[in-house]
């Protein structure tokens, strides 16, 4: 099981459409988010920059990757053969494949593993450590948790039924 690399590409589009909408002045994005995420009217006059988008949506495709790896688990069949393919066409890791290789890629568990898994023991400790130590406020963290759990769970969904190659 081979990630098909289309798809980790267009779901890492994920968390920058969500992020505009999600933070669209008229949502959170107004003067609830600027003033929690202390962002004053002249940080917001300036564009984002060319850098800034493009460092962005390299991070995603970091997050889409560990995503594919949360929620493809026939993936772990192919690390435990030291992502020898030809062990994957013969044998034991054929006939795993073969009998398991289309269970739980699903678009419901996609979105559990993505919304659940990787927001539990991922977003929310490292959202957590940010509003700790820059002293943010609980709403802070809960609005930013939300949006990161939208984010990993259609990105879940996506990777989970699409985002794979078969052998």
């Known amino acids: 099981m081979t990630p098909n690399i289309v798809i980790i590409l267009l779901s890492s ?3 920058c459409i969500l ?21 004053g009217p002249e940080q ?11 460092l962005s949506m390299v991070l995603n495709v970091f997050i ?18 030291g992502a020898d393919m030809d062990a994957m066409s013969s044998g034991t890791g054929l006939a795993f494949i ?10 419901g568990h996609g979105l559990l593993h993505g919304a659940g898994m990787c927001t539990l023991l ?3 400790p490292l959202l957590g450590y940010v509003t700790i ?15 990161w759990a939208l984010c990993l769970g259609a990105m879940g969904a996506d990777i989970s039924r699409w985002g794979v190659n078969d052998l």
């Open 44 to 54: 917001l006059a300036k564009p984002d920059g060319a850098q800034q988008i493009i």
């Open 19 to 39: 992020g505009f909408i999600w933070f669209h002045p008229r949502l959170f994005g107004g003067e609830t988010w600027n003033r929690l995420a202390c962002i």
């Open 98 to 107: 073969t009998e398991y290789g289309s269970n739980f890629r699903t678009l």
């Open 13 to 15: 589009l994920i968390p």
């Open 122 to 124: 991922f977003a929310v």
């Open 133 to 147: 130590f820059e002293k943010k406020s609980l709403k802070y963290m809960i609005v930013y948790t939300a949006y």
């Open 64 to 81: 889409a990757f560990g995503v594919y790896m949360v929620t493809v688990h026939q993936t772990h069949v192919l690390a435990l053969t």
